[in-house]
């Protein structure tokens, strides 16, 4: 057993378990030294590579859990779409004229170096540390697939949502078997936890998130959590928390907006939450972060949580900041 799946069971810590959203990334010095000789792509198809950069994390600030190095979006390739990843722009993405149409992924055959980053990784963690898979939820992969890139308001995918649901429901089920495939690979691989980062799940009407989505997220949750706990995130979901609800999710992640307070009246006071502080008081200063962990070990009293920030590490964060962050979430009080 370790500390965060402890709390995942429901059980209360004296002392949160602690991670960080994209903490294994740009923030961390090694992590820049060695992305100057590989190209990230690279990097997420290398087993050392991966598991290197997946105990970066674990190595330099002692957190409690190690994210998998890897990408949302690492999958499309392998149903035949494009992808690159452009400095400072983000990922482009290669769609052929009937983008709608694609194959299930196979993740053992077509993910092979990436199965075994995990399972090298998962070799190499230490004792009492939790290795945590993830894959994106259908409808943010398809809000970058959609757009062929980060977009603002996602018109391609939400036209084809109100314009051709059927369509819209095909292509989120495909997605979410290739999720699901992905996900159930990574814990016959040594993931103990799954995250769906479903970041862009708040754009959607909540007519729509009932109706088309709640039933995708629902299959692919069932099944994932046969296997391991499952966590899932999103920014500004509190408006679904009625829908989140019927999910089997184990813990739900908090943005930083959203409240405990809010969450517990829904989902129950034993319930695990994980979350939330923001990720730009680690530019600000040190006390500005004692603060901020003080008022949300508070907030989540003496309930199940996983302390982690409401989005990803930002790359200019000092990393004696984020030090500073984990130390004040380990001091009693
Ligand atoms: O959390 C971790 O440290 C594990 C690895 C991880 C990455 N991306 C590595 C990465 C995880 C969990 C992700 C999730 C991810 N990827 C999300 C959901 C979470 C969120 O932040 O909202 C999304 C939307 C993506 C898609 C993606 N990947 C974008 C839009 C970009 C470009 C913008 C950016 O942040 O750079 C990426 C690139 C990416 N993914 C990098 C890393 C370390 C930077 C690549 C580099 O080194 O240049």
Not at 65 to 71: E, K, M, P
Not at 209 to 236: C, S
């Amino acid at each position: 057993m370790t500390l965060m799946l402890d709390v995942l069971q429901g059980r209360r810590a004296g002392v949160p378990p602690v991670w960080f959203m994209r903490q294994a990334g740009r923030f961390l010095p090694e992590y820049r030294a060695l992305r100057e000789r590989h190209p990230f792509l690279t990097m997420c198809h290398d087993p050392g590579l991966i598991a290197e950069t997946t105990l970066m994390p674990v190595r330099r600030l002692d957190v409690d859990a190690a994210i998998f190095f890897s990408d949302i979006l690492i999958f499309l390739p392998a149903l035949g779409f494009g992808l690159e990843f452009k400095e400072g722009e983000g990922p482009v993405i290669g769609k052929p004229a009937r983008w709608t149409d694609f194959p299930a992924l196979d993740p053992e055959k077509q993910l092979k170096g990436v199965l075994e980053g995990m399972r090298q990784t998962r070799a190499a963690l230490p004792q009492g540390k939790t290795l945590i898979g993830f894959a994106g939820g259908p409808w943010t992969i398809l809000s970058y697939l959609a757009e062929g890139g980060s977009s603002r308001n996602f018109e391609t995918a939400k036209a084809l949502l109100f314009g051709e649901p059927e369509t819209f429901v095909k292509v989120l089920d495909r997605l979410g078997e290739s999720v699901l495939r992905f996900l159930q690979a990574q814990q016959a691989s040594g993931a103990q936890v799954v995250q769906i980062f479903d970041t862009w799940a708040g754009t959607l009407p909540f007519a729509h998130y009932e109706r088309y989505y709640l039933p995708v997220l629902h299959r692919i949750v069932e099944a994932a959590a046969r296997a391991t706990p499952v966590i899932y995130f999103g920014l500004n979901l509190t408006p679904y928390y009625p829908l989140i609800r019927e999910l089997p999710i184990t813990a739900l992640g908090l943005d930083t907006p959203a409240s405990f307070a809010r969450a517990r009246e829904v989902f129950g006071s034993a319930f695990p939450l994980q979350g939330n502080l923001d990720p730009t008081v680690l530019l600000a200063s040190d006390t500005a972060v004692e603060e901020e962990v003080r008022r949300i070990k508070a907030e989540a009293g003496p309930n199940p949580h996983i302390f982690n920030l409401g989005h990803g590490v930002l790359p200019p964060t000092p990393v004696g900041r984020a030090a500073t962050a984990i130390r004040a979430v380990r001091r009693a009080g």
